[in-house]
């Protein structure tokens, strides 16, 4: 059970703008910590697609974006690619824990 | 070119060590935290350690304090995770990443290693 919540799976078609979203609590996303995005592709590590919340690195495109309000963060990809099909995760610190933390991940199926 | 390239991965038997190791290029080490990020077969991504820019300051997931061990060599560009009594559990692959700033918690991590999988199996 992982310490920030993601939806299992999200689909979307071509052009289509889909949102993920990425559930904490007082310990984490509502104390104000930063949310940060990745991206994984089937056989990949890890891509940074979103940082502090709503930053993106060099490179990522701006149909990306990132959000966060209250206990909760969200990532928003527009005009959906079939590149776009991967696994989502978003990452905090826990102040309980005194660490960072994953969501589970959430696929995105692009139709 | 900005690179992390991970070693040491392999088969072990419960209760043994093993020692990783990741090569850092490109980029200035000593102004960077350091991470260990792990995932399991099919499963999500771990926050396995942290470790600031000096190496003084350490920090680990909470199920692994006492089993593994983080550490640096700022003069030669290495980061390592010695990893003692291991499980079944512990078999992932483990990656190796960079953080955007000071903090391996706080952060996020814009590079990261291909990965080496640890086995743990009898």
């Known amino acids: 059970q992982s310490v920030l919540t993601q939806p299992p799976s999200v689909s979307g078609a071509p052009g289509q703008r889909v949102t993920i979203s990425c559930t904490g609590n007082s310990s984490n996303i509502g104390a104000d910590y930063d949310v940060h995005w990745y991206q994984q592709l089937p056989g990949t590590a890890p891509k940074l697609l979103i940082y502090d919340s709503a930053n993106r690195p060099s490179g990522v495109p701006d149909r990306f974006s990132g959000s966060k309000s209250g206990t909760s963060a969200s990532l928003a990809i527009a005009g959906l690619q079939a590149e776009d099909e991967a696994t989502y995760y978003c990452?905090?610190?826990?102040?309980?824990?005194?660490?960072?933390?994953f969501g589970g991940g959430t696929k995105l199926t692009v139709l | 070119e900005v690179q992390l390239l991970e070693s040491g991965g392999g088969l072990v038997q419960p209760g043994e060590s093993l020692r990783l190791s990741c090569a850092a290029s490109?980029?200035?080490?000593?102004?960077?935290?350091m991470a260990w990020v792990r995932q399991a077969p099919g499963k999500g991504l771990e926050w396995v350690s942290a470790?600031?820019?000096?190496?003084?300051?350490?920090y680990y997931a909470d199920s692994l304090k006492g089993q593994f061990t983080i550490s640096r060599d700022n003069s030669k560009n290495t980061l390592s995770l010695q990893m003692n009594s291991l499980r079944v559990e512990d078999t992932a692959i483990y990656y190796c990443a960079k953080s955007t700033g000071g903090s391996g918690r706080l952060r996020g991590f814009d590079i990261w290693g291909q990965g080496t999988v640890v086995t743990v199996s009898s």
């Open positions: 990452q905090s610190f826990d102040s309980s824990l005194s660490g960072a933390v």
């Open positions: 470790i600031g820019t000096s190496g003084k300051h350490t």
């Open positions: 490109g980029f200035t080490f000593t102004t960077y935290a």
